[in-house]
T-cell receptor, first 110, second 118 residues
Framework: DQQVKQNSPSLSVQEGRISILNCDYT??????FLWYKKYPAEGPTFLIS?????DKNEDGRFTVFLNKSAKHLSLHIVPSQPGDSAVYFC?????????FGPGTSLSVIP | GAVVSQHPSWVICKSGTSVKIECRSL??????MFWYRQFPKQSLMLMAT?????????EQGVEKDKFLINHASLTLSTLTVTSAHPEDSSFYIC??????????????FGSGTRLTVV
């Protein structure tokens, strides 16, 4: 049973528009959340994180929103660029061990 | 920032042989390292958590005798795939925990190892 879910396996967005990637988790005790970007045959690269004491964190073009009551987080990328095309993993868990979702493949179309 | 080096980046081996993958934290000491496996178009599956100086903690379904993990120092953890079979072919990734934390709560990943067993 997946504790971290990313229900959209893929997403296509036009360059310059907003990309919204969603993630749901089942364990209300999770209090650390991270987003990673991954290219094929490479290790994941950290993008942005948020802890349960906040509901929004912003870093440049990337913003993560956390809705604790809904056990849902989302990553917004604005504006989307072709170089953003990759697989995005969300991760959630307690401080000492996070669990990864299955990933969403984002394609940004020029 | 924290850097994790993983070696080799790819390896091909014959069935029945063993392969060792190294994971090094280059500029920090990692008391905890994690080993993941990724099948094509699938998520990162945590295989085991490795703590320096103690035995690794394996996730359910992961064979301890097949995937030997050693974390002998604060900067090095190794994963040895013993008696490799074609079904062990996969992409293996390590992550080292930098307890100085930072925005990523200390989780930094290596670049991964593509293992192909023929």
């Amino acid at each position: 049973d997946q504790q971290v879910k990313q229900n959209s396996p893929s997403l296509s967005v036009q360059e310059g528009r907003i990309s919204i990637l969603n993630c749901d988790y089942t364990n209300s005790m999770f209090d650390y959340f991270l987003w990673y970007k991954k290219y094929p045959a490479e290790g994941p690269t950290f993008l942005i994180s948020i802890s349960s004491i906040k509901d929004k964190n912003e870093d440049g073009r990337f913003t993560v929103f956390l809705n604790k009551s809904a056990k849902h987080l989302s990553l917004h990328i604005v504006p989307s660029q072709p170089g953003d095309s990759a697989v995005y993993f969300c991760a959630a868990g307690p401080y000492d061990k996070v669990i990864f979702g299955p990933g969403t493949s984002l394609s940004v179309i020029p | 920032g924290a850097v994790v080096s993983q070696h080799p980046s790819w390896v091909i081996c014959k069935s029945g042989t063993s392969v060792k993958i190294e994971c090094r934290s280059l500029d920090f000491q990692a008391t905890t390292m994690f080993w993941y496996r990724q099948f094509p178009k699938q998520s990162l599956m945590l295989m085991a958590t490795s703590n320096e100086g103690s035995k690794a903690t394996y996730e359910q379904g992961v064979e301890k005798d097949k995937f030997l993990i050693n974390h002998a120092s604060l900067t090095l953890s190794t994963l040895t795939v013993t008696s490799a079979h074609p079904e062990d072919s996969s992409f293996y990734i390590c992550s080292a925990r930098d307890w100085r934390t930072g925005a990523n709560y200390g989780y930094t990943f290596g670049s991964g190892t593509r293992l192909t067993v023929v």
